[in-house]
Antibody, heavy 119, light 105 residues
Framework: EVQLVQSGAEVKKPGESLKISCKGS????????IGWVRQMPGKGLEWMGI????????RYSPSFQGQVTISVDKSISTAYLRWSSLKASDTAMYYC????????????WGQGTLVTVSS | SYELTQPPSVSVSPGQTASITCSGD??????AHWYQQKPGQSPVLVIY???KRPSGIPERFSGSNSGNTATLTISGTQAMDEADYYC????????FGGGTRLTVL
């Protein structure tokens, strides 16, 4: 069974750094892209960026370029989303999802990681 | 950046057909994908590449894409189909529509 399992919920203070993870299993991790999607409370889906684990080719949404860093460790089939300095406006649910091509559909999705940033 | 526009809400009676539209410039020249999201759950792919159904998705879900509009159609809508639906397309980056809340009255 293809699965993406994300790390657990996080509560952080503004200015702190954070790295959340997404571990793939049940498929060849290096031959599918992994995307990250933000969903703020009560709002819609926003595409943040995408990475190809085979060669670490990474594309960012202009809205998130410079705000987050997407990386991967293919030796442990895990993708990451990192913030160097969190803001309260980063409070959201973050999903990872797999796609066969950068322009392709996302399937499946991880269970989501809730990030809460509050002083 | 590329914009996709969906109606905020659509209502349908049980057993009837629900149609949810997604509009974007020359969307018909791109692939459109559709997701269903129920409260507290992760999105689930229901239609990919305009009109293909993933394994496990009921036949009542179908899709089309032409001109500037992609359409998700749910035939014989059931109460369990009540959810938020999002369209997605790629144009130098992935774009999602704002989402449509489907209510089954």
């Amino acid at each position: 069974e293809v699965q993406l399992v994300q790390s657990g919920a996080e509560v952080k203070k503004p200015g702190e750094s954070l790295k959340i993870s997404c571990k793939g299993s049940g498929y060849s991790f290096t031959t599918y892209w992994i995307g990250w999607v933000r969903q703020m409370p009560g709002k819609g889906l926003e595409w943040m960026g995408i990475i190809y684990p085979g060669d670490s080719d990474t594309r960012y949404s202009p809205s998130f370029q410079g705000q987050v860093t997407i990386s991967v460790d293919k030796s442990i089939s895990t993708a990451y989303l990192r913030w160097s300095s969190l803001k309260a406006s980063d409070t959201a649910m973050y999903y990872c999802a797999r796609t066969q091509a950068a322009a392709g559909a996302f399937d499946p999705w991880g269970q989501g990681t809730l990030v809460t940033v509050s002083s | 950046s590329y914009e996709l526009t969906q109606p905020p809400s659509v209502s349908v009676s049980p057993g009837q057909t629900a149609s949810i539209t997604c509009s974007g410039d020359k969307l018909g020249d791109k692939y459109a994908h559709w997701y269903q999201q129920k409260p507290g759950q992760s999105p689930v792919l229901v239609i990919y590449q305009d009109g293909k159904r993933p394994s496990g998705i009921p036949e009542r879900f179908s899709g089309s894409n032409s001109g500037n509009t992609a359409t998700l159609t749910i035939s014989g809508t059931q109460a369990m189909d009540e959810a938020d639906y999002y369209c997605q397309a790629w144009d130098s980056g992935t774009a999602f529509g704002g989402g449509t809340r489907l209510t089954v009255l």
